[in-house]
């Protein structure tokens, strides 16, 4: 529904993959933004000369964010197929996504820590600095971050991925930087680093009281793998899973950045963000693949997992 020329599909192509994917068995994870809309106000924000990063969330507004939601899931219910919207970004395209849950339709969502804990007023860091925040869909206004956390709470909903699309603000060897989009934010690369801080970020929500411990486990792993045919053998520790775990050290604190991120990007988005917990170790199928904060894991650990229907509801 976005990126035209790129990567979006007009409704007849969506319509035409939701039967098939609910012929399949299957549900279809959906890019939610008006991209049409989105053209036309990136052309007319650049004729004005507006090229600063800024500009990249004011022409992604959060209706053209809900409209793309309501729409697919109109389209989605026509089709008699379940939808996933990945990651969610308006308190406004949520509420869509709350209204269809209440009507019964399989409908379900996640958001991102980005949309928790950013909001689009680091777009408008000094100099070339809010490069770094550029995504899709953009970061909101400050507020917006609220009606997230509660649509988390209530269940509208269901998963807090990353949408980890890492740049460098440099240019490298392999990869574009930021830097493309100096004179024209258009050009800039969608994307940030994130996999990596998930975790952490929203175990430092439990110790603010914000979500509890089993709503931590359910958005991070219970609720991905019940959605995605991964359950039972993921998502929990019960007898015959497999014991995929992670291990935090609650009263410990960790502070983001750039210096100390496994990560290739030459920047962090929580720089200097300092929270309550630390990764102590990681096992995946009991091998140890963190132990004391150093990372021990090995390449050729991946397994193929056949996947099953989903059994969230």
């Avoid at 994307?191 to 998930?198: F, I, S, T």
Wanted: net charge positive; aromatic share 8%; proline share 6%.
């Amino acid at each position: 529904m976005a990126y035209p020329g790129i990567f979006m599909s007009d409704d007849t192509t969506i319509f035409r993959a939701l039967m098939r994917t609910r012929d399949n068995g299957g549900m279809i994870c959906m890019h939610a933004e008006n991209g049409s809309v989105i053209d036309v106000l990136i052309q007319k924000a650049i004729a004005e000369g507006k090229t600063a990063p800024e500009w990249h969330a004011l022409t992604r507004p959060m209706t053209a964010e809900a409209e793309a939601t309501h729409r697919a899931i109109a389209l989605a219910e026509m089709a008699g197929v379940p939808i996933y919207f990945v990651h969610l970004s308006a308190g406004d395209a949520m509420e869509e996504v709350r209204a269809a849950r209440t009507r019964g339709l399989p409908v379900f969502s996640e958001t991102c820590p980005q949309y928790l804990y950013l909001s689009e007023d680091d777009y408008r860091r000094p100099g070339f600095e809010g490069a770094k925040f550029v995504m899709s869909p953009p970061l909101r206004p400050m507020g917006n971050s609220e009606r997230l956390w509660n649509g988390l709470v209530r269940n509208d909903l269901q998963v807090v991925s990353t949408d980890h699309c890492s740049f460098c603000m440099k240019a490298g060897t392999n990869q574009p930087g930021k830097e493309l989009g100096k004179k024209d934010f258009s050009k800039i690369p969608n994307g940030a680093p994130g996999v990596e801080y998930r975790m952490l970020l929203l175990w430092d929500a439990v110790q603010k009281g914000k979500i509890t411990e089993n709503r931590f486990v359910e958005i991070t792993s219970l609720n991905p793998a019940k959605l995605f045919g991964l359950h039972p053998r993921k998502g929990h520790l019960n007898p015959g899973a497999d014991a995929d775990i992670v291990i935090i050290d609650p009263n410990k604190p960790f502070t983001f950045s750039s210096k100390n991120h496994h990560s290739a990007a030459d920047y962090n988005p929580y720089e200097g963000v300092t929270v309550k917990g630390s990764i102590r170790d990681v096992f995946s199928r009991g091998e140890a693949m963190v132990r004391d904060g150093k990372w021990e894991g090995k390449t050729s650990h991946g397994k193929f997992l056949k996947r099953t229907p989903r059994v969230l509801a």
